[in-house]
């Protein structure tokens, strides 16, 4: 690893003093993806990598005492129906949410993230698609009952105002991290989940009372930038689903994703 980390240094300084270019985001992607490979090093996984069964069957135990005790064996969505279905979001599982646009993606996403962080669970939740403003908005529209429309024209009452600013009052206070920015790739998404663990670890959100992320979002699938662009975009996406995946896995974290439907099904004559 020492080794590694030399060889790591010697590149960042080859790179630095020649392929980064003046650009602001060009630059902010390069820190990101050097905080990153940094970061895998310091954090490379020290277990064995195969288990044996008493390993395997404990973890096991400790699976169906919770499942036992009346809760979910993975961390509670929010939704009693969906956790009877899937016994909550568990840890290196990959989740997609579809639908074709408009049919309540970001809204559902957000009310289980609402929930999880209510929980005491920290939550970052991408959002590539709309700024943290619109967001923001959605969340004390949902929480408050105020038609969000009503909002965006600012033509509610004083007694909803009221009930909005008390939601605003309630929202402060959840362990709910959004990042809003326009481009993104898989290696970005994890560089910042990682740094939000370590803040967790090193006690920097005392919210976060689970001491841990609960899940991440991803608003939305197609949205995100793949690592390495193919000619194609079918290879592209699914480029993104695998490392996504593979991120999970790693950080040891349910990661869940939107994603758009192709809305040629509303124009079948059936």
Not at 7 to 18: D, F, K, N, P, S
Not at 125 to 138: A, D, K, N
Not at 168 to 183: E, K, N, W
Request: aromatic share 4%; hydrophobic share 45%; with cysteine.
């Amino acid at each position: 690893r020492v080794r590694r980390t030399v060889h790591l240094a010697q590149r960042i300084v080859a790179e630095g003093y020649t392929s980064i270019g003046t650009e602001p985001a060009a630059v902010q992607q390069w820190l990101e993806s050097c905080e990153a490979s940094i970061a895998d090093l310091a954090h490379v996984n020290e277990e064995r990598t195969l288990a044996d069964m008493p390993a395997v069957m404990d973890e096991t135990a400790a699976m169906l005492d919770a499942i036992k005790a009346g809760g979910a064996a993975g961390v509670p969505s929010g939704f009693t129906e969906v956790d009877a279905q899937t016994s909550g979001m568990h840890d290196g599982d990959f989740y997609i949410i579809a639908a074709r646009p408009g049919m309540g993606k970001t809204s559902y996403a957000l009310s289980m993230a609402v929930s999880m962080a209510a929980a005491g669970y920290a939550v970052p939740f991408f959002s590539i698609e709309m700024p943290r403003v619109q967001l923001g908005t959605r969340l004390v529209a949902m929480d408050a009952l105020v038609d969000l429309k009503r909002m965006r024209e600012q033509s509610f009452s004083p007694a909803e105002r009221l009930k909005a600013d008390a939601s605003m009052q309630l929202l402060r206070g959840l362990p709910l991290f959004i990042a809003d920015s326009a481009v993104l790739t898989p290696l970005d998404i994890k560089a910042r989940i990682k740094r939000l663990q370590r803040e967790i670890a090193g006690g920097k959100h005392p919210t976060a009372t689970r001491r841990r992320i609960g899940a991440a979002f991803i608003d939305y699938l197609q949205l995100v930038r793949p690592t390495r662009e193919t000619h194609s975009r079918e290879q592209d996406v699914a480029s993104i689903g695998r490392e996504l995946k593979v991120m999970s896995k790693i950080l040891g974290i349910p990661v869940i994703a939107l994603c758009q439907l192709n809305r040629g099904v509303e124009t079948r004559v059936d």
